[in-house]
């Protein structure tokens, strides 16, 4: 069931990153050109994600328990560090280059995928999952250094 359950929600979030037109990374770097040909759509796209996961998030709060699963798994840590910084920074300059983030790039492979269009999300994808791959072993060098 709850496999189920996130595939159903994976595939909602799916289709309204194409809907929304998350999945074009020309609509998304027009977006992100505030000082050029700015394309303010996307923040109507932002705003309708807020104002529907503001209430819900306000509602879960009041749950003792999810549905599909022993307990909730709320952020703990509420600090703001050089990690967090780092990969926000990564995050933003990556979404800036190419044009997508991660769900958006894994939508667009799925909706592109007889089409010429799926090459470049695939290689953004695969790119991201060679990140995710290296990643223990950055962060077990980088943690090796000495702290001052």
């Not at 998030?57 to 549905?67: M, N, S, V």
């Not at 894994?106 to 695939?122: K, M, Q, T, Y």
Request: hydrophobic content about 55%; some cysteine.
């Amino acid at each position: 069931m709850k496999s189920i359950a996130a595939l159903i929600a994976g595939a909602l979030f799916g289709l309204g990153l194409a809907i929304s037109q998350m999945i074009n990374p020309l609509k998304v770097l027009a977006f992100l050109d505030v000082l050029g040909h700015w394309d303010p759509s996307l923040a109507f796209v932002m705003g309708g994600a807020i104002a529907v996961t503001l209430p819900g998030f306000a509602l879960l709060k009041r749950w003792e328990q999810p549905i599909l699963a022993p307990r909730f798994q709320w952020p703990q840590r509420e600090d703001i560090d050089l990690r967090l910084l780092t990969g926000a920074g990564l995050f933003g300059i990556g979404w800036g280059l190419a044009g997508y983030c991660p769900g958006p790039g894994i939508a667009a492979i799925a909706l592109n995928v007889r089409e010429s269009a799926f090459i470049e999300p695939f290689l953004f994808t695969a790119a991201m999952a060679v990140g995710f791959l290296l990643w223990p072993w950055i962060d077990r060098l980088l943690s090796k250094r000495p702290q001052k």
